[in-house]
């Protein structure tokens, strides 16, 4: 098959490729169906209120969320929204900037994370790391830091 003038992947390559993104289409899957089946919240709303968990003041600017999360600034406006909607986080105007905005988890946005982070954690442990061994799971961490630092 010729499919424009990019190199050519070689049949290892092709296979390491769609194994990883068929592997990484399920795990997001199972990961999402469960953690909605057991809390409600999306996968997105989860790293969300992780990302302000983790946060000091459980606060950050919108712009530094979707960079954190690598959401454009329309998909974090969106998500924010939608979690302002279910009283999960607020919007701010951000302290001596009123142009900007800082998203800022409520009390109810952190009962919510710490009651399902068990469920959430269990899935993730038995779908991903107790499906590895300690090397391989290094390996894994390392080659995905490698490509989340490479420059788009």
């Not at 009651?115 to 959430?120: I, R, V």
């Amino acid at each position: 098959m010729v499919f424009g003038m990019a190199e050519p992947l070689s049949e290892t390559q092709l296979q390491h490729w769609r194994t990883f993104i068929e592997a990484s289409w399920a795990l997001h899957t199972t990961l999402e169906d469960e953690l909605r089946a057991a809390t409600g919240l999306s996968m997105n709303d989860y790293h969300v209120l992780i990302a302000l968990a983790e946060a000091p003041d459980r606060r950050i600017r919108m712009g530094e969320l979707a960079n954190r999360l690598v959401f454009s600034p329309s998909r974090i406006t969106y998500q924010i929204s939608s979690m302002v909607k279910r009283g999960l986080v607020e919007k701010v105007s951000c302290p001596g900037d009123r142009r900007g905005f800082e998203a800022v988890l409520t009390e109810r946005g952190f009962a919510a994370l710490r009651d399902a982070a068990p469920a959430h954690l269990k899935t993730v442990r038995q779908n991903f790391i107790d499906q590895l061994d300690d090397e391989e799971l290094a390996v894994v961490g390392r080659a995905f830091a490698k490509i989340r630092q490479r420059p788009s």
